[in-house]
C-alpha cells in the first residue's frame, strides 16, 4: 500500500514553545489531509481536515489558532501546535486519502510538553 | 453522519484461540466499513475492508470479518490468534455519499491482548 511518512515520531519541548509536525505521502497525491489526535486508551479524534490550497478546516472545539495546518502541496501538510502547554501531551496521527478516497496513516507523533 | 460502536473494550484470550471482536455501525446511507489494528505508539495499519460484494472479507495476519447489512455489524474473527496479535484494534465506517464522503469515523477501540 501507500506510504504516510510522519515525523518526527516523538518529540518533548518546553511549554510555551512551538512545535512542527510533518505528514508527506511518499508515493501518491494527496488532496485531502487529516490530523488526528489520540488521547491514551481512546479512540482517535479528528481535528481538522487539510485541503491543498485551501484552510484547513477544523471541528468543533479545536483551536485553529493554537493548532496551525498548512497543505502547501500535494504530499505535504504540516500541524504546528503553538505555544504548548502540558495539556497539548498526546499522540497526534495524520492521515492521507488518495485519489480513490483510501486512507494511508502515517506513525503518529507522540508530543510531551514538559 | 455516521457512528460506530465496539462494544469490547478489552478481549483477553490465549494463544490459539479463536477470537470475534464486535462492532455494530449506524448510518442512514451506504458505507464502507474498515478494521485498522495499531500497535503501541503506532499509527493505524489497514487489517481488511468492506467495499461490495463478498460479504466475507479476508484480511492481513489471517483476519477476516463478516458484513451482516441486517444487523449492520462488521464483526472481525480470527481462527488462532497469536501473541504478535496483541494490539488495539479499530472498526471505522465511510459513507458512499453526503456531506461526510470520504471522512473515517472510528470506533473506540478493543485492545486484545493474547496471552500464552
Partial sequence: GAVVSQHPSRVICKSGTSVKIECRSLDFQATTMFWYRQFPKQSLMLMATSNEGSKATYEQGVEKDKFLINHASLTLSTLTVTSAHPEDSSFYICSARDRVLEAFFGQGTRLTVV | ?116
Fill in chain 2, 1 to 116: 453522519a455516521q457512528s460506530v460502536t465496539q462494544l469490547d473494550s478489552q478481549v483477553p484470550v490465549f494463544e490459539e484461540a479463536p477470537v470475534e471482536l464486535r462492532c455494530n455501525y449506524s448510518s442512514s446511507v451506504s458505507v464502507y466499513l474498515f478494521w485498522y489494528v495499531q500497535y503501541p505508539n503506532q499509527g493505524l495499519q489497514l487489517l481488511l475492508k468492506y467495499l461490495s460484494g463478498s460479504t466475507l472479507v479476508k484480511g492481513i495476519n489471517g483476519f477476516e470479518a463478516e458484513f451482516n447489512k441486517s444487523q449492520t455489524s462488521f464483526h472481525l474473527r480470527k481462527p488462532s490468534v497469536h501473541i504478535s496479535d496483541t494490539a488495539e484494534y479499530f472498526c471505522a465506517v465511510r459513507a458512499l455519499r453526503g456531506s461526510t464522503l470520504g471522512r473515517l469515523y472510528f470506533g473506540r477501540g478493543t485492545q486484545l491482548t493474547v496471552w500464552p
